[in-house]
């Protein structure tokens, strides 16, 4: 299954793990809703390889939680869905806005194989200090550079090279991003 090949989704252990991140998952959402100080526990128990100082802002759903990989201090506005049948990796001061999709499953576009229950899927890569707007989708297989801003609502079909503002759906980047182009007193 990590190594991209195809599979039928019926195995014991996957099972388990998934069951495992749905728990601590709704826990955390009752915890943070009632202010408990031990809710990011919760969290770090369905997604252990989140990086110092990141916050996920509930509800966040996962498949297993223990194939994805973040970077500190990065932060994930409410309802991120991160579909980690493959790896996902997020990278250190990374902004999610709300209702971002990281998928990585593969379906068979013929119908039989797809009736089968067969699927595959492929890694997401995204580099640091990436901001996803409201609503991305990221689709299986995508690398996101260092810098790069993706702009709300987009689906992101390839890869997106570093310091990128890509926007739209298929996304298409519109411009590269430097620090000359900041204007202190204004929105850049």
């Known amino acids: 299954m990590l ?3 195809w599979y039928v989704a019926d195995d014991p252990d996957n099972a388990r793990i998934a069951a495992h991140a749905r728990r601590e998952l709704g826990r955390y959402e009752r915890a943070f809703a009632e202010g408990e100080p031990d809710a990011q526990a919760h969290l770090r128990a369905a997604i252990p390889h ?3 100082g990141s916050i996920f802002l509930p509800p ?7 194939n ?3 970077g500190e201090g990065s932060f994930a506005n ?4 991160a579909l980690d049948v493959a790896t ?4 250190a001061h990374c902004q999610i806005g709300p209702n971002v999709q990281l998928l990585t499953p593969v379906h068979p576009l013929e119908p039989t ?3 089968a229950g067969l699927e595959s899927a492929d890694p997401i890569v995204i580099g640091d200090n990436v901001w996803l707007g409201g609503g991305v989708i990221v689709c299986p ?18 890869d997106i090279p570093a310091r990128s503002l890509a926007v739209g759906s298929p996304t298409r980047v519109i411009r590269t991003l430097d620090d000359s182009t900041f204007d202190p007193r204004g929105r850049s």
């Open 50 to 52: 989140l990086g110092v």
């Open 78 to 81: 409410y309802g991120l869905t």
């Open 113 to 115: 194989p797809r009736r």
């Open 3 to 5: 190594a991209g090949d």
């Open 88 to 91: 996902i990796t997020i990278g």
């Open 68 to 70: 994805i990989f973040v």
């Open 60 to 66: 966040v759903r996962v498949d297993f939680g223990e």
């Open 141 to 158: 297989g995508v690398t996101i550079g260092d810098d790069c801003v993706i702009g709300a609502g987009a689906v992101v079909t390839r």
